[in-house]
Nanobody, 123 residues
């Protein structure tokens, strides 16, 4: 079992940047990792995913070219660099982990979740 803790959220103006971190309680070198987000009144949606080695990444169309997912297995941490932020990026961002990844963009593929970190983008 692995516990996840997100950090790095906050309030930023349109066009600004934030870097989210997801720190794991133990080794994550055998886990695929992902970021999802949930805006008020909406369902949780896929943002980005990365394989255990970091060799393959997937992104939602809405964030391609603006967000970058990366990982440092030595630090048991996954990152989400968010640039050119828009008000529609406002949401609680969650980190997920799984050892057996079937569908990267499907939330039920991930067994472990963090508590989330709030990102608010002002216009």
């Amino acid at each position: 079992q692995v516990q996840l803790a997100e950090s790095g959220g906050g309030l930023v103006q349109t066009g600004g940047s934030l870097r989210l971190s997801c720190a794991a309680s133990g080794p994550i070198s055998t886990y695929a990792m992902a970021w999802f987000r949930q805006a008020p009144g909406k369902e949780r949606e896929f943002v980005a995913a990365i394989t255990w080695s970091g060799s393959t990444t997937n992104y939602a169309d809405s964030v391609k070219g603006r967000f970058t997912i990366s990982r440092d297995n030595a630090k048991n941490t996954v990152y989400l660099q968010m640039n050119s932020l828009k008000p529609e990026d406002t949401a609680v961002y969650y980190c997920g982990a799984t050892r057996f990844l079937s569908s990267p963009a499907v939330g039920s593929s991930y067994r472990y979740w963090g508590q989330g970190t709030q990102v608010t983008v002002s216009s």
